[in-house]
């Protein structure tokens, strides 16, 4: 396979969450491509599974898709390096209002690999403890309670199309079940 270079990469645009480039690609045949590159400096996501064997989800309106979603508890990293456990413990707590008594390591994802380099570390949160919920100022989500074989009837009805989401309910059935 010939290689496939970058000769520059331009910023577009500084945002909040993340940041577009213009890349601009050497390609095999001798062109130049100009190609879309998100930076997004990563995220982690987390299933909370109730001492009953439920699995907590929320619900927030997603303004890139014009309508609510039902998703795992996620948020980004404060920093870079911020090992995405930490991120996901803190965003269960934020979300939710729980703490992990114990939160292991699912998987990891690439969400949009066409475009973005978004990376979400993904964990299973077990033997929850109350704490308080915290959300951010401009934050507004319900927090609900599903049975997994609903969620996963969601998953294949096409009803929850968020990809993390999706993803981490089909390992957890897989792994833990």
């Known amino acids: 396979m ?87 413990a803190r965003e269960l707590e934020e979300e939710t209002g729980y703490r992990a008594g114990r939160l292991e390591w699912l998987m990891n994802v690439n969400t949009t690999v066409a475009f973005c380099n978004e990376f979400i570390g993904i964990y299973v949160a077990e033997e929850l403890i109350p704490a308080r919920q915290h959300l951010d100022e401009d934050e507004f989500l319900n927090v609900e309670e599903h049975e997994l074989e609903e969620l996963l009837s969601m998953v294949y009805e096409g009803k929850i199309t968020d990809a993390k989401t999706a993803a981490a309910l089909l390992a957890y059935r897989v792994k833990y079940r």
């Open 2 to 88: 010939d290689e496939i270079r970058r000769v520059k990469r331009e910023l577009v645009h500084k945002g909040a969450i993340v940041n577009f480039y213009e890349d601009y690609m050497a390609l095999p045949n001798g062109n130049t491509a100009v190609w879309d590159f998100i930076e997004h400096k990563g995220a982690a996501a987390v299933v909370p599974v109730t001492g009953e064997g439920k699995i907590l989800m929320v619900r927030q309106y997603r303004n890139a898709l014009e309508r609510y979603t039902l998703e795992i508890p996620a948020g980004a990293v404060d920093y870079v390096e911020e090992p995405k456990e930490l991120c996901a």
